[in-house]
């Protein structure tokens, strides 16, 4: 079984795909927008912030108000998704990865994943 550290470790290496943009690229393209991951098995929520890149992934605390960018996904789904992002695709689709977010985000977010 996937733990809840193997998961915020997972999403630590997709956020930091954003390195790979330079630091005004990145702040262009994502602005200030927040990111979260609910993985319902495990009853945690992680998040981060996008635009200014190098924000590690954290737990949200309970009153923390809704990311912009919002990702719902068991633990093995998540593990799966750092290491083949490209399947961000089909696992919408198949329905084992819901997503909330504005249609300007959901472009956005295929550049992280």
């Known amino acids: 079984m ?5 998961c915020q470790e997972a999403l630590q290496k997709v956020a930091g795909r954003l390195t790979e943009m330079s630091p005004a690229a990145r702040d262009d393209y994502f602005g ?15 998040v981060t912030r996008l635009g200014g890149g190098g924000d590690p992934v954290r737990e949200a605390a309970p009153d923390e108000p809704p ?18 992002p490209m399947n961000i695709g089909r ?15 959901l472009f956005r977010l295929r550049r992280l994943l």
Not at 2 to 6: I, K, L, N
Not at 69 to 82: D, W, Y
Not at 97 to 103: D, P
């Open 32 to 46: 200030d927008r927040s990111m979260s991951v609910t993985i319902p098995d495990l009853g945690v929520t992680y």
């Open 67 to 84: 990311a912009d960018i919002r990702l719902t996904a068991s633990s093995a789904e998540v593990l799966s998704l750092a290491q083949s």
């Open 2 to 6: 996937t733990t809840a550290q193997e």
């Open 91 to 105: 696992s919408w689709v198949a329905g084992r990865v819901k997503i909330e977010a504005s249609m300007k985000d």
